[in-house]
Each structure stands twice: as C-alpha cells, then as structure tokens.
C-alpha cells in the first residue's frame, strides 16, 4: 500500500498534467483502471446519486465507506476519494473515527472541502486548518501518507469580484498548505486566465475541474498538475441513458442500445 501512496504523489511532480477520473461505482473504476488511467478518483455527487441520495452530504457516511471499500477492492491502482466535507464535521470524534476508517479500507488520498453545501457558506480557515491536521496526525499515527487535496469553495461562494475570489482561494491555499494539504483544488475555474494567476500563486499542485470554457491543452501548457472531472463522466452516461430511453419509448430502432461495443463477457471477467 506504501508504494500506492507514492505513486499517487508521484503524479503531482511529475511536470505532466494528471488526468484524474472520477467514478462512481466498481464498473466505472474499472473501465477507467483498464483505459490505463494509473489513479481513480470518486465523485461524492456519483456515489450518492446512485443510491438513492443527493449530493451534498445527504448519504449516511456508513454507505459512502462502504461504497468506497467495494471501489478500492475492485482495482489495483490507487483510489482517491471525495468526501466532501467529513461529514461528522463539529463531532470530532465521529470525525476521526471516519478518517480512519477510511484509512482502513485502504483510500489512497482524499478531496475534503471548505463550504457547506446546504448553506452555501465557507468555513472557517481556522478550522479547516484543524480537520487537515487532524487527518494528517490520524495518517502519521497509522504509519501512513494520506494525500490530501484540499478543496476550497471562494470562486462560488465569496462575495465580490474575480480578483477578490481569486485572492481569497490564494490566501485559503496558503493556510492549508500550512496545515500539511498535498495539493489545492479550486473547482468552478470558467477562464483560462484565472487558471493561470492561481497557478502563479498557489505553491503546492493546483487542482482544476474540468469545464467546457476551458482549453484542456491550454491547461496543460499551464502546467497544472491535476485535472478532474468531477460528475461528468457520471451525468454523460446518463445522457446516453437518457436517449436510450427515448427511442425505447417512441422508436422501433433502438440504435443506441445496440451500441454494446464493451460486451457482456468483458464486463463480468473484471470482477
């Protein structure tokens, strides 16, 4: 497991641009392990939509471990999993003990975020700072290298304009690299060149989600060390779903289902 924890931060210095996927299930985390992708992501919003909840911290932590356990079981790259905020924030002791279990289970990075999603309000810096170290601590105690992206929320909840969101995500990256994060991720970047103040600025690995404003070579030209993809991967299978079931209900050539390039066979020997 030790070589998994340094491989996966291998990939943040490497000077190339790391795609990182986001699954949501076992099947999707081994489709992309098989796409030669070396590291496998989650997408809390996956996981939770596909059981039955929705994002933002609305599915119980005992069914996200266990989703996750299933996950980490099913390939043999390194898994790094969205937790969203920790969801026992305030109760330090449930915190920790979910930490662990996370640990336990065999994750090799987590994204923790700095907001709360049915409030739509930052954090405190002063205590995300404390639940990173804490997780730090935790990890340091199990002998173990938990890669910690630390996911900070000021381009979509800080008030005032571009550059004020940006020296606010500048000043927030600061304080958690202080408090032992790996690595930062902005989510919700629109612009290329707010991609690129925050990469002059920000002194670990940066972290950008994907989004269709973005020029992905020009990213990569930016020499940003982390792309994600958040839910796409997720909300384009169900697109495709989606028109699936449109000409099952109104056509008598259902193409799209038929579309069975990865087949039934290939599928089941993954597992």
Avoid at 1 to 8: K, L, P, V
Avoid at 45 to 66: F, N, T, V
């Amino acid at each position: 497991m030790t070589s998994y924890y340094d491989h996966f931060h291998n990939l943040h210095h490497q000077g190339n641009t790391f795609i990182l996927p986001n699954a949501w299930d076992c099947t999707s985390a081994k489709i992309f392990e098989k796409e030669d992708f070396t590291a496998v992501g989650t997408t809390s919003s996956g996981i939770a939509w596909s059981c039955g909840y929705k994002d933002g911290e609305h599915i119980p932590a005992d069914l996200m471990l266990r989703v996750l356990e299933r996950m980490v079981k099913s390939i043999d790259i390194p898994l790094s999993a969205d937790i969203e905020g920790g969801y026992y924030s305030g109760t330090s002791k449930e915190f920790a003990q979910f930490f662990a279990s996370l640990m336990d289970i065999g994750v090799t990075g987590i994204n923790i975020e700095d907001s709360h999603t049915r409030t739509k309000t930052l954090d405190n810096i002063k205590e995300q700072q404390d639940k990173i170290s804490l997780i730090k601590s935790l990890a340091k105690d199990k002998g173990m290298q938990l890669f910690i992206n630390a996911r900070i929320d000021t381009l979509e909840y800080t008030e005032g304009d571009l550059q004020t969101k940006i020296q606010a995500s500048v000043a927030r990256a600061k304080a958690y690299q202080e408090a032992g994060a790996d690595c930062i991720f902005v989510p919700f970047v629109e612009d290329m060149h707010t991609a690129q103040q925050l990469k002059e600025q920000i002194e670990l690995p940066l972290n950008i989600l994907a989004e269709r404003s973005l020029d992905i070579a020009g990213l990569k030209t930016l020499h940003i060390n982390r792309i994600s993809t958040g839910s796409k991967p997720m909300m384009a299978s169900l697109n495709l779903l989606k028109k699936a079931a449109h000409e099952l209900k109104t056509d008598n050539i259902w193409e799209t289902l038929m579309q069975n390039n990865t087949g039934y066979y290939e599928i089941n020997n993954h597992f």
